[in-house]
C-alpha cells in the first residue's frame, strides 16, 4: 500500500475530527513489519483530548470516527492505530521505519 494515498485516505477522518471538536493530528505512518509482511501502517495519532478519557474511551471515539469516515477498502491500509495524548509520547523512529 502507497503511503501517500494513506494519507490522501486519512484526511477525511482528519477532518471530520476537527468539526466534532476532537482533533487529531497525523504525527507519522510506520510500517507494521518493515521488510517482512506489509498489512499496511501503524496511523500514528497525536489526541490531546484523549489524556482526560480511558484508553478503551479514546479508541471507541477513533475507532467509530475511522468507520464513519472511511470505506473498507480504505482502511486496508491502516494495520493498528497508536494514538496518544502529546507529540512527546511518541519515541523517535530507528533507522528503516518510515514517517508521515
Request: aromatic fraction near 10%.
Amino acid at each position: 500500500m502507497d503511503k501517500e494515498q494513506v494519507i490522501a485516505d486519512l484526511q477525511p477522518f482528519l477532518a471530520q475530527s476537527i468539526r466534532q471538536g476532537r482533533p487529531l493530528e497525523l504525527m507519522g505512518l510506520e510500517k507494521q513489519f518493515p521488510g517482512f509482511y506489509d498489512p499496511g501502517y501503524v496511523v500514528q495519532l497525536v489526541a490531546p483530548w484523549s489524556a482526560a478519557l480511558s484508553y478503551k474511551q479514546t479508541m471507541d471515539i477513533v475507532v467509530d470516527l475511522l468507520w464513519e469516515t472511511t470505506t473498507e477498502a480504505k482502511r486496508q491500509g491502516v494495520s493498528s492505530l497508536d494514538v496518544r495524548p502529546r507529540r512527546e509520547d511518541f519515541e523517535p523512529s530507528y533507522a528503516g521505519q518510515e514517517q508521515a
